[in-house]
């Protein structure tokens, strides 16, 4: 998978900095095959039938041995990705989903909350989930040598807080999916445990990056245009302008499959057992689908972003995160008129999660 990944950046670097940094860095065919055999799809179309098509699949883990990791269970990191939600295939998704999906309502304060995670034990918990998704980005001994040991804080953590919540429920997520039992079938401990890092991951780093990368474009968007005025269907559409967001710089940049029979993409044969990585970012700036697409349009009809994935594995906590965002920014902005990028900025270096490790601001 790390090999995918690699040959996948040589081909784009930077996915979603805009159509024309798009076209200029990706070839000019809609499917192209990398170095290491893998199909990069590019287009709005092709990536929405990746995600959506069952036929294709989430990379098993045994497919881990072949990159030089046979003992991937012996990792936390790897253990915790690819026994959780997030990577599995039907029947286990279907079964895992159905199950999680029943006990989860609508960044680490909100997810925290949710969970039941004390307020004094949050802050921990940012720094070590942004160690655990480098596995993400590209597995290596060093990667491992970061995201496992924040991986087995997490579990251990959490190992304790579902000890509590058998003893003593509460009204929080966690309890829920201790409780949580439909005809007949409930999570394992070790179900329970994985879940809970995943969901606990998921609401900080993808929520947190859609907030960030969000505020960038509004104020961005503010500064080149007509300032305030500019920002007018954040308030009043802010259902449409977050849709925008996460169309014009999506946190979740690829998804990375594997055919599990043949398959006909963009009239493109692909044979069962192909890798096939769709990239989102590039996908919600697709010309044949968005028109302007480098242009952010906070009041665009007819938006349907990539960028939570699709079918089977559409992002459990979309809702949540839509929701956090259309709160947060039209709140923020009002509070604070004069607020303003500041020097320092630091993207992370990711193919995967597009985000900041440092993003200063000013507000007067």
Same mark, same amino acid.
């Given at each position: 998978?790390?090999?995918?990944?690699?040959?996948?950046?040589?081909?784009?670097?930077?996915?979603?900095?805009?159509?024309?940094?798009?076209?200029?860095?990706?070839?000019?065919?809609?499917?192209?095959?990398?170095?290491?055999?893998?199909?990069?799809?590019?287009?709005?179309?092709?990536?929405?039938?990746?995600?959506?098509?069952?036929?294709?699949?989430?990379?098993?883990?045994?497919?881990?041995?072949?990159?030089?990791?046979?003992?991937?269970?012996?990792?936390?990191?790897?253990?915790?990705?690819?026994?959780?939600?997030?990577?599995?295939?039907?029947?286990?998704?279907?079964?895992?989903?159905?199950?999680?999906?029943?006990?989860?309502?609508?960044?680490?304060?909100?997810?925290?909350?949710?969970?039941?995670?004390?307020?004094?034990?949050?802050?921990?918990?940012?720094?070590?989930?942004?160690?655990?998704?480098?596995?993400?980005?590209?597995?290596?001994?060093?990667?491992?040598?970061?995201?496992?040991?924040?991986?087995?804080?997490i579990r251990a953590y959490l190992m304790e807080l579902v000890q509590r919540r058998r003893r003593d429920p509460g009204q929080d997520l966690l309890s829920a999916l201790v409780a949580v039992e439909e005809a007949?079938?409930?999570?394992?401990?070790?179900?329970?445990?994985?879940?809970?890092?995943?969901?606990?991951? %998921?609401? $900080?780093?993808?929520? @947190?990056? !859609?907030?960030?990368?969000?505020?960038? #474009? =509004?104020?961005?968007? &503010?500064?080149?245009?007509?300032?305030?005025?500019?920002?007018?269907?954040?308030?009043?559409?802010?259902?449409?302008?977050?849709?925008?967001?996460?169309?014009?710089?999506?946190?979740?940049?690829?998804?990375?499959?594997?055919?599990?029979?043949?398959?006909?993409?963009?009239?493109?044969?692909i044979g069962a057992g192909e890798r096939v990585v769709a990239y989102l970012g590039a996908g919600n700036r697709d010309p044949q689908r968005f028109s302007d697409p480098d242009r952010l349009v906070l009041d665009?009809?007819?938006?349907?972003?990539?960028?939570?994935?699709?079918?089977?594995?559409?992002?459990?906590?979309?809702?949540?995160?839509?929701?956090? %965002?259309? $709160?947060?920014?039209? @709140?923020? !902005?009002?509070?604070?008129?004069?607020? #303003? =990028?500041?020097?320092? &900025?630091?993207?992370?270096?990711?193919?995967?999660?597009?985000?900041?490790?440092?993003?200063?601001?000013?507000?007067?």
């Amino acid at each position: 998978m790390s090999a995918v990944r690699a040959s996948a950046r040589e081909l784009a670097e930077r996915p979603c900095l805009g159509a024309t940094a798009c076209r200029a860095s990706l070839p000019l065919r809609a499917i192209v095959r990398a170095a290491d055999g893998a199909l990069v799809v590019t287009r709005y179309g092709d990536c929405l039938s990746v995600t959506r098509d069952a036929r294709f699949a989430h990379f098993p883990p045994e497919m881990l041995a072949f990159i030089g990791f046979p003992d991937w269970e012996d990792h936390p990191a790897l253990r915790q990705l690819f026994t959780s939600l997030l990577m599995r295939n039907p029947p286990d998704h279907t079964r895992l989903r159905r199950l999680v999906s029943s006990a989860f309502p609508l960044p680490v304060n909100v997810i925290g909350e949710l969970l039941g995670v004390p307020p004094e034990d949050r802050a921990q918990f940012q720094p070590l989930v942004r160690d655990v998704t480098q596995v993400l980005e590209v597995i290596t001994p060093e990667v491992l040598a970061t995201a496992d040991p924040a991986a087995a804080a997490i579990r251990a953590y959490l190992m304790e807080l579902v000890q509590r919540r058998r003893r003593d429920p509460g009204q929080d997520l966690l309890s829920a999916l201790v409780a949580v039992e439909e005809a007949g079938d409930q999570l394992t401990e070790d179900e329970l445990l994985t879940r809970a890092a995943l969901l606990f991951a %998921a609401g $900080i780093e993808t929520t @947190t990056n !859609l907030l960030a990368n969000g505020l960038v #474009a =509004l104020l961005t968007h &503010a500064s080149s245009l007509d300032g305030a005025e500019s920002l007018r269907p954040l308030y009043e559409t802010p259902e449409l302008a977050v849709e925008e967001l996460l169309r014009y710089d999506s946190p979740v940049r690829l998804v990375p499959r594997v055919t599990i029979e043949p398959v006909e993409l963009g009239a493109v044969a692909i044979g069962a057992g192909e890798r096939v990585v769709a990239y989102l970012g590039a996908g919600n700036r697709d010309p044949q689908r968005f028109s302007d697409p480098d242009r952010l349009v906070l009041d665009r009809s007819d938006n349907a972003p990539l960028s939570f994935g699709g079918g089977i594995h559409y992002c459990l906590g979309a809702p949540l995160a839509r929701l956090e %965002a259309r $709160i947060a920014l039209p @709140t923020l !902005l009002p509070r604070y008129p004069r607020l #303003a =990028l500041a020097d320092g &900025a630091v993207r992370r270096n990711s193919l995967t999660l597009k985000g900041f490790l440092r993003l200063p601001i000013q507000t007067g």
